[in-house]
């Protein structure tokens, strides 16, 4: 897939398993930008995703569920993460960046796929920020579900991150924080083909996912 969207068409954002083969969470997001340099994707609180339930003792499946934020997600091609600016509360102000460090996006004629690597960094407005997750992250590397070299490349990818923080680069340091949807957009809704489209699986997962793609 090569072709962008159009701003204000409707996608979803897929989360595919390690082993490449099946869709997780799933998210419908509105078109903001897509270009070469940037896929701005934005969903409102109150919209309904696909997420996983484990309530049920050895069994987990796929549910809907009511998203409560503003978010915009910036994700960049070619990186291993994307940036999520909240909005929460009376009178929608910001609040927070979020980094979801995941495996770089590919494209589908539904969306996006990628998949989540657990480490995340919370920011704070005036920059202040702190890890979330680090501890998780850092087992699922000692207990071989992530590959040691996979594991350092996310943590490069976190310093690349630490850095544009530091220097006030765009996001952090931009306007990204005062964007608002225009007033005539609804709620995106979940592409009839959200679980049907094939999903593209990230060529990497092997080296990155030992344990889940091992063979025997």
Request: net charge negative; no cysteine.
């Amino acid at each position: 897939m090569t072709e962008h969207f159009q701003p204000g068409e409707e996608v979803v954002v897929r989360y595919i398993t390690r082993i490449g083969s099946g869709v997780g969470m799933t998210w419908p997001f509105t078109v903001v930008r897509d270009d070469a340099a940037l896929v701005a994707l934005y969903i409102p609180a109150g919209s309904t995703f696909m997420r996983w339930d484990t309530s049920t003792r050895g069994r987990r499946q796929l549910v809907e569920g009511e998203w409560r934020r503003d978010v915009l997600r910036l994700m960049f091609p070619g990186k291993a993460y994307s940036i999520w600016l909240f909005w929460e509360g009376d009178g929608r102000p910001f609040t927070t960046y979020y980094v979801n460090f995941e495996e770089p996006f590919r494209r589908t004629v539904v969306g996006f796929d990628t998949n989540d690597h657990t480490l995340d960094i919370m920011v704070k407005p005036n920059l202040e920020w702190t890890w979330k997750d680090r501890e998780d992250f850092e087992a699922l590397v000692a207990n071989g579900n992530f590959s040691g070299e996979f594991g350092a490349s996310v943590e490069a990818a976190a310093a690349e991150v630490l850095g544009l923080i530091e220097r006030r680069e765009s996001p952090f340091g931009g306007l990204w924080h005062e964007w608002a949807p225009p007033a005539d957009w609804s709620r995106p809704r979940l592409h009839p083909r959200w679980q049907e489209e094939p999903p593209v699986a990230w060529e990497r997962r092997a080296w990155a996912y030992p344990l889940a793609n091992s063979v025997g």
